[in-house]
């Protein structure tokens, strides 16, 4: 198997360079797969070189082989200047807000942000000093009238959490470029196959590695992938600093389902939006809150601005006793309830988030429920959902 040089291997297609990033059957004995390296401690062959720390690794903490080599993939799909990899999502959410902000920073959240960063703005970054102003996810370029002479960044997320608002994400880098406030994007929904953050000019892209890369249900792990050099630079360090290495049976699994995400994520997505059209035309349904369904809030930026959509989404129901969605949801039999998604199950997860949000009201009258399509038959979940339509029925 030749070596490619780095110009042949940038001009190869999206999903052949996900097949290669980061592995070399030369330094692997010929096998396809690079191996799980474990350790902690480095010996350098004489006192000169662990003087001047001449060796790739120092310590543990600095990485292995298996980590590097997911950092590679992801690194040749977020397209930025380098990448590190966290433990978690959310700590890969914390991570960039700590390599962005400092005591006396003034930071906008949007409103729609995953519950668990916003509990970090409220908790942590208060402490550490950090102002946090929660705002309309559909502000757009008006969020110029929010901004602080101490604004440092923006926090972003399109799709919104659980209530899917689709933010103009030009508009908002536009206006905080202009001030040299930094933007970082959640972008894990769309991932960077279908979304290209530093493309559009965000500064941070975090991914929830947990999710589509990883894709087995077995893995917690994230990515903050920098924009240019310079932000690396202090994001390395601070990741550095917290001694965020992650395990690398985690690292191997990760890469492992990464090398089949761009073909995942293209059979999830047409299932994804089947299933919301067909809630859609459901008489219990009142609205379907999926980017990718004309006519659907926020799908003339999914359009403009993505070139594709995962298989999460929400739906509404039409006003219903709690005890009816109860029954409806716990009698299914291929979904199953729980807080995840990307995987190949498809999950279902009733949420009221009117109690956290601050700067919105999220203007529902029904129960709402956000729904994860996997892998299976497209046909058999319908069948499952429509035996739980049934079952709410039944109760009202």
């Not at 914390?94 to 519950?115: K, P, Q």
């Not at 290495?245 to 997505?269: H, S, W, Y």
């Not at 939006?273 to 369904?293: K, Y």
């Amino acid at each position: 198997m030749k070596k490619l040089t780095s110009p042949e291997f940038a001009r190869l297609g999206e999903r052949t360079r996900l097949v290669l990033a980061g592995r070399d059957p030369a330094d692997s004995y010929g096998f396809v797969n690079p191996p799980i390296v474990r350790g902690s401690t480095v010996v350098y062959p004489n006192t000169e070189d662990f003087l001047v720390r001449k060796a790739r690794y120092t310590y543990g903490t600095d990485g292995n082989p298996t980590i590097d080599a997911l950092i590679a993939a992801a690194n040749t799909i977020e397209g930025g200047a380098g990448v590190v990899v966290t433990p978690s999502g959310l700590m890969a959410c914390t991570l960039a807000f700590l390599a962005m902000l400092s005591a006396g920073d003034h930071v906008l959240v949007t409103d729609s942000v995953y519950r668990p960063t916003r509990i970090f703005c409220d908790t942590f970054l208060k402490r550490m000093g950090v102002e946090t102003t929660y705002y309309d996810p559909l502000v757009g370029a008006d969020i110029v009238k929010l901004f602080k002479p101490n604004t440092r960044a923006i926090w972003t997320e399109a799709p919104g959490s659980q209530t899917f608002e689709m933010q103009d994400i030009p508009a908002i880098v536009a206006a905080a470029h202009e001030r040299d406030i930094l933007v970082a994007m959640d972008n894990t929904w769309a991932t960077p196959l279908f979304f290209d953050a530093h493309g559009f000019g965000v500064d941070l892209s975090v991914q929830a590695g947990t999710k589509y890369y990883a894709a087995h249900s077995d893995v917690l792990i994230g990515t903050v992938s920098a924009r240019t050099p310079e932000l690396f630079k202090a994001l390395r360090a601070t990741w550095g600093q917290l001694g965020l290495i992650i395990a690398p049976e985690d690292a191997f699994l990760t890469l492992r389902g990464m090398r089949t995400m761009a073909i995942r994520l293209k059979e999830q997505m047409p299932a994804g939006i089947a299933m919301a059209e067909w809630l859609r035309g459901r008489p219990e349904v009142a609205q379907v809150l999926h980017p990718a369904l004309p006519g659907a809030p926020g799908h003339e930026i999914w359009k403009r601005d993505f070139t594709g959509a995962s298989s999460l989404f929400t739906f509404e129901l039409k006003p219903v006793s709690m005890k009816a969605v109860g029954a409806m949801l716990d009698g299914l039999t291929l979904f199953g309830i729980g807080a995840s998604w990307g995987g190949y199950e498809s999950l279902v997860l009733p949420f009221d988030c009117k109690s956290y949000r601050t700067a919105t009201e999220p203007g529902f009258k029904g129960p709402t429920i956000r729904i994860h399509i996997g892998l299976e038959d497209i046909e058999d979940l319908k069948a499952d959902l429509d035996a739980g339509f049934a079952r709410l029925r039944a109760v009202g």
